[in-house]
């Protein structure tokens, strides 16, 4: 039986990740872990998070899991959610601290001056709520989802991806920001697929059954 490694390094909604993923894979081991052994044994690797990219670096390290969440970026289907994007990327402007590095480029907060609707309102931060995500081209995990779905968001970061060819999706707020990355094996979003509805629970279960 194949099986799914949710990885807890103290950050995150893990069980409701967990839950959605057994609804749509039932025949799958789903397993909510901080072992690093069961990282690596697990066939998928799902990185969930959310809250402060300094805690999330930080917890991530204090429980030993970095490594073993670099090495399942290289090796195996990797699913990064919200924070579990950020993290992939380097240097990030929340506490200016260092992602990853398993793709080139920064997360910056979204900018003050710019956020404006289109009426001249003033946008919030953090952004949150169901926003359109409209796909850079053709991905197995946007298989029967349609171009410009609402997915859900909470983020008052964005990822800004050094290679134009990483992006997989983006969004409208304020600005144009990259919602999805996809490179060979990893395929992250920005946006909560476990608590966007159909097409949220879509999108994982073509991640349970992709094989990059």
């Known amino acids: 039986m194949a099986s799914v490694a949710v990885v807890d390094y103290g950050m995150g909604n893990l069980r409701s990740v967990a839950k959605a993923i057994e609804h749509v894979a039932p025949g799958e081991r789903v397993l909510v872990t901080s072992s690093a052994g069961d990282i690596a044994h697990a066939d998928r690797v ?14 991530l390290s204090a429980r030993g899991l970095a490594d073993a969440v670099v090495r399942a970026a290289a090796e195996k289907p990797f699913l990064g959610i919200c924070v579990g994007l950020q993290m992939l990327f380097g240097h990030a402007e929340e506490g200016g601290v260092m992602g990853l590095g398993i793709l080139a480029g920064r997360v910056p907060r979204f900018p003050r001056a710019a956020m404006l609707a289109p009426d001249g309102s003033r946008l919030k931060v953090p952004h949150m709520g169901w926003n359109r995500v409209f796909q850079a081209g ?31 999706g983006s969004t409208n707020y304020g600005i144009p920001f990259t919602s999805a990355v996809a490179r060979d094996n990893i395929f992250a979003v920005q946006f909560h697929p476990e608590k966007s509805a159909r097409d949220g629970l879509a999108l994982l279960a073509n991640f349970m059954r992709w094989n990059p």
Do not use: N
């Open 138 to 168: 053709p991905h197995p995990l946007w298989t029967g989802i349609e171009d410009g779905s609402r997915f859900y968001f909470v983020h008052s970061y964005y990822v800004e991806p050094a290679s134009p060819g990483a992006i997989a």
């Open 46 to 59: 799902v990185v969930p998070g959310q809250g402060a990219m300094p805690d999330c670096m930080r917890e």
